[in-house]
């Protein structure tokens, strides 16, 4: 059983919906992440948070909305997407610091029609 | 700023052979440190391993070891005893300068065949 459980683990949504993903972790850290993996490419950071303050936007598009209500939770709101969207989403949390490995959930598959 | 590279996007073994995934990077941080993940068909990222830049021996978790040459900013992963079940994809990742995040390599899928 991972520490970290995303939900849903996939979704189709059309550019006009509204949804949110979610994240959460049962492993007392304090800093919690978001990737997108999109196919053929590295990973790439989205959202820090630690202790439930945002520390990092990557240059995300507005339509990506992160929410960190304390330490456990995140989620990412999605409003008018687009197909270039579609990817693996992937939530991550840490103890925090360079040396400490992070620990991810099985991501959400998002298909963005 | 730092980079990862993952130079073979494709790597096959015999299962109960050895196999080692390269990764190189370049960094100007005096202290860093590597991380290797496993990544099955499932999605999730694994964590399997971790080499500090200052820690004296090579890190080994259990079929994992790290082959660290410093000199060469080479972490090369070295799976001993290959098994069906570590077919996947692997990255190489370490954290940029004063930050906790980290930066991926582009993978390395590896297949185990019998």
């Known amino acids: 059983e991972t520490g970290v459980t995303q939900t849903p683990r996939h979704l189709v949504m059309g550019m006009t919906n509204k949804k949110s993903l979610k994240c959460e972790q049962h492993l007392g850290h304090n800093a919690m992440y978001w990737y997108k993996q999109s196919a053929k490419k590295p990973l790439e950071l989205m959202f820090v948070?630690?202790?439930?303050?945002?520390?990092e936007n990557n240059s995300v598009p507005s339509r990506f909305s992160p929410e960190c209500p304390n330490s456990s939770h995140l989620f990412l709101h999605l409003h008018t997407l687009q197909p270039e969207d579609s990817a693996l989403y992937l939530c991550a949390s840490s103890r925090g610091g360079r040396d400490t490995e992070a620990f991810f959930g099985q991501g959400t598959r998002l298909t963005v029609v | 700023a730092q980079k990862i590279t993952q130079t073979q996007p494709g790597m096959f073994v015999q299962e109960k052979e050895a196999v080692t995934l390269d990764c190189t990077y370049d960094?100007?941080?005096?202290?860093?440190?590597l991380f290797w993940y496993k990544q099955p068909s499932s999605g999730e990222m694994i964590f399997l391993i971790y080499q500090g830049s200052y820690d004296q021996q090579n890190a080994t978790e259990g079929r994992y070891s790290l082959n660290f040459q410093k000199a060469r900013k080479s972490a090369n992963l070295v799976i001993s005893a290959s098994q069906l079940g570590d077919s996947a994809m692997y990255f190489c990742?370490?954290?940029?300068?004063?930050?906790?995040?980290?930066?991926f390599g582009t993978g390395t899928r590896l297949q185990v065949f019998p």
């Open positions: 960094t100007s941080d005096p202290s860093y440190g």
């Open positions: 948070y630690n202790f439930k303050e945002q520390t």
């Open positions: 990742a370490m954290p940029p300068y004063n930050t906790d995040k980290l930066i």
